[in-house]
């Protein structure tokens, strides 16, 4: 049985490239000299979950999106995942790209590596082939991670030892904590095929006990992501569904007090009938938000 129609042809709308040692499935579309946007997918997603919120933005935007090593149609080596090794992928895939100014829009697990990308760029001015971030856009993602509620499944994988598992979880396991993150009358039951498939290719359900150790990464270097995130002087859009089960909205509430303590703005966007998965719920919900920035 081969893949689901939604997977395929958004495999074809990309290609693997080889980036810094490693290859990754990228779609870059729209014009080339336009502005660009760089979205950054979650755990355990890909870049299928933007492809909606891609066609809205291609006709004003450049659009980059991509699978991080170890998800979607990126090879899915049995190595230790990192949040910094993710970021510097991020950082040689824009560099290789041309690109050297960028907003940066994320969800999910993506949310921590734009914390890392900005955490740099407050160190000091890009270095040569370096990236300018013009606005960072945050949707629903465990910002604070001690405040987040992890599902039974992330708790279940974290319990796990950090290496490949012998048997994969498999279809049902996948869907069935997939629905948890979500509303109960959502996603479209074609889209959490596609989204299981996507997890599944390659063996990826053998190496969730691998990838999920981004939230301890996470926990332990708290405190650099908040930093990266709070003392970002440019533009900060935090659009957040209330609905979400892990990333609650108190989060966004949290990082737009601090923002305003160190003196920056934040647009502070709540979205009271969204839940975990802002562009797969409501992709013109997202887009709309995207498209004139």
């Not at 979607?72 to 990192?82: L, N």
């Not at 948890?180 to 095929?193: G, I, M, Q, T, Y």
Request: some cysteine; charged content about 25%; overall charge negative.
């Amino acid at each position: 049985m081969g893949e689901p129609q939604l997977v395929t042809a958004w495999q074809e709308r990309g290609e693997l490239l080889a980036v810094a040692g490693h290859e990754l499935f990228v779609v870059d579309e729209g014009p080339a000299d336009a502005p660009a946007l760089v979205l950054l997918h979650g755990f355990p997603g890909s870049s299928f979950d933007w492809r909606l919120v891609v066609d809205a933005l291609v006709a004003r935007w450049r659009v980059l999106t991509f699978d991080f090593l170890g998800y979607g149609f990126s090879p899915k080596p049995d190595q230790p995942y990192s949040l910094f090794a993710q970021a510097d992928l991020v950082e040689a895939l824009l560099a290789d790209k041309g690109v050297d100014r960028a907003v940066v829009v994320a969800h999910d697990m993506g949310d921590t590596v734009a914390a890392e990308l900005l955490a740099r760029a407050n160190e000091g001015p890009p270095s040569a082939g370096g990236v300018e971030w013009l606005a960072c856009v945050l949707t629903n993602g465990s910002i604070f991670i001690d405040m987040a509620q992890l599902t039974a499944g992330q708790q279940m994988l974290l319990s796990l030892p950090d290496e490949r598992l012998a048997d994969g979880l498999g279809a049902e396991s996948m869907a069935n904590g997939l629905r948890a993150s979500f509303p109960p009358d959502r996603p479209a039951p074609e889209e959490l095929e596609a989204m299981v498939a996507l997890i599944l290719r390659d063996g990826g359900d053998q190496l969730l006990a691998r990838t999920i150790r981004y939230i301890e990464e996470r926990r332990q270097h708290q405190p650099r992501f908040t930093s990266g995130l709070v003392d970002y002087p440019g533009r900060m859009i935090v659009a957040w569904g209330d609905l979400d089960p892990i990333a609650v909205p108190a989060m966004a509430d949290k990082l737009a007090t601090l923002r305003a303590e160190r003196g920056h703005d934040v647009d502070l966007v709540h979205w009271p009938d969204i839940g975990h998965w802002p562009s797969v719920e409501d992709p013109d919900l997202v887009a709309g938000l995207l498209a004139d920035l």
